[in-house]
């Protein structure tokens, strides 16, 4: 947090950024309505949010992406017109995507120039650009091999790129989209610095974010929004998790759902020896091996990309494997004819893919179909050999809406046209509807908003109290910690350790989840 002297000083400052009266509609969807804010000067602002609140639409109109249809942008005072990225950059804007806009196979100063270059000749700009990076990886502890190509960096390093192209081109006002979402907890650390030596250097910070814990670790202030509207800006020091969720929400939601000691029963899953060599010949999985026990959840932490999918796709019949993987003792086929999704289901295993729309829903197709997806051959949903019972699955579908509380409850309402939420609920339905031995469950509240995110965690646990083993893999720590009985963390297709949530933190399970094993960790 800022001093009480610097708070003093920003308050009689012109603010860094005022939008007045912003509103933006696409089509009948009022993305933005009369929306107000200052910023000021040396601060760090958070803006919170369920999806679909417009926190991105407004970023976007104040980076020239989109045009507000009313309102005004003031700039130090000044009013700004921002037609356009371009003039974004002029007005000293600049923005970090959530997905990095880098060109792998270009250096770090390359990535930079780009765009910026000064005239034909590409070797003045080369030079300015070096000595620049130098002074500026100085200043923020922006350190990076200049010429390092940008596909060889650790993410952590491809964000410090993104920082650095927008200092380069004079920001002072920097917008971060979700800037922790792919970030290991020390990764999140170090941007944290960053952001406070940016500020301490008198930089101007907009975060958007849906981590309460970040907001309240880095922010001077937050504004809240719900619905397109600013429902209100508080000063951090002033607030707390809750009252922030309940601000984006409109009601008291619970951060972290209650549950009670595990109690774990008969082994439900046992794998030995994984391994997963892809088509380009990588090995993805490299010998895992872990127990699951019914009654209890197995998280497995990890950044993405480190073979968690790779582990979900085997279990679940997506993919090829070597090893051996058994349910309740018996067997199940890694590489024939019967590894696919409905042996898989035969088995009692139900699985809740990490992305949900190209794995989990066909969205042009209506609730009521998606929710028999995988389960469409079993008896209770045919007439006849011939011939599905609609009229039975559209009744089934509405059922399980009220159950999981999908809004709106419309079975004939194409997937496509449910939030994130409400489709994650579907298919969630789907899977623990069918009381599955084994839940496979990937990302579970990914784009997901708050309250929901609630409702999924008691559903999970729920089915875990019910006897079921859960295979979670998530990577938000916060949720690893809170829903799991056990964590096994990954790395480069290794288990690096198991740690119980009573007895680790979030620091050892970073430096394991960085490749730091045992001991060390």
Not at 80 to 104: C, E
Not at 267 to 276: A, K, S, Y
Not at 322 to 351: K, M, P, W, Y
Not at 448 to 466: M, P, Y
Request: hydrophobic residues 45%; charged residues 25%; aromatic residues 4%.
């Amino acid at each position: 947090m800022g001093s009480d002297m610097q708070t003093g000083r920003q308050e009689t400052a012109a603010p860094a950024i005022e939008l007045k009266g912003i509103s933006k509609a696409f089509g009948p969807v009022q993305a933005n309505k009369d929306i107000s804010i200052r910023v000021m000067p040396g601060t760090i602002h958070g803006i919170i949010g369920e999806n679909g609140a417009g926190k991105s639409t407004l970023m976007s109109i104040l980076y020239g992406f989109y045009k507000a249809d009313a309102g005004e942008i003031v700039i130090h005072g000044r009013p700004t017109q921002i037609p356009d990225s371009q003039a974004a950059i002029r007005a000293g804007i600049g923005m970090v995507f959530q997905h990095f806009k880098l060109v792998p196979n270009f250096t770090v100063l390359e990535n930079v120039i780009l765009g910026a270059e000064e005239g034909a000749l590409l070797r003045p700009s080369l030079a300015k650009a070096r000595k620049a990076l130098r002074q500026l990886a100085e200043d923020y502890e922006l350190d990076v091999d200049p010429d390092e190509t940008v596909e060889n960096l650790s993410v952590g390093h491809q964000q410090r790129v993104e920082i650095l192209k927008a200092l380069y081109r004079q920001a002072d006002i920097l917008i971060l989209d979700e800037p922790t979402g792919v970030l290991t907890p020390a990764e999140a650390d170090h941007l944290f610095r960053i952001l406070a030596n940016l500020r301490a250097q008198g930089k101007t910070i907009i975060m958007i974010t849906h981590k309460l814990r970040e907001i309240m670790e880095i922010t001077d202030t937050v504004s809240v929004m719900r619905r397109g509207e600013m429902t209100a800006t508080v000063k951090t020091a002033e607030t707390s998790p809750e009252a922030l969720a309940e601000l984006m929400v409109g009601r008291k939601v619970l951060l972290h759902v209650p549950k009670s000691p595990a109690r774990p029963g008969e082994t439900v899953l046992e794998i030995e020896n994984l391994r997963v060599i892809d088509a380009d010949k990588v090995a993805r999985l490299k010998g895992i091996s872990l127990q699951i026990r019914a009654g209890e959840i197995l998280g497995i932490a990890g950044v993405a990309g480190n073979g968690q999918s790779q582990l979900l796709e085997v279990l679940g019949g997506y993919a090829r494997a070597t090893g051996r993987v058994a349910i309740r003792g018996e067997e199940i086929d890694l590489t024939g004819r019967h590894s696919d999704g409905q042996s898989r289901r035969a088995r009692g295993i139900a699985h809740v893919p990490e992305d949900r729309h190209h794995h989990g829903l066909i969205l042009d197709f209506a609730a009521w179909e998606n929710m028999v997806f995988g389960y469409h051959t079993r008896p209770e949903y045919q007439k006849n050999p011939l011939m599905m019972d609609n009229a039975g699955i559209v009744a089934m579908t509405e059922g399980a809406m009220e159950r999981f509380d999908v809004r709106p409850p419309i079975p004939d309402l194409p997937a496509k046209s449910f939030s994130g939420g409400n489709q994650q609920k579907i298919v969630l339905a789907r899977e623990i509807e069918r009381n599955p031995v084994l839940l496979l469950v990937g990302q579970p509240t990914r784009g997901v908003d708050i309250g929901a995110i609630e409702f999924i965690h008691k559903r999970i646990i729920a089915l875990r109290d019910a006897g079921a083993a859960v295979l979670l893999v998530s990577v938000e720590l916060d949720e690893i910690m809170s829903l799991s009985d056990r964590i096994a963390v990954m790395f480069d297709g290794q288990i690096m350790g198991e740690r119980l949530p009573a007895e680790t933190n979030e620091r050892e399970l970073g430096l394991l989840m960085a490749g730091v094993a045992g001991e060390a960790a």
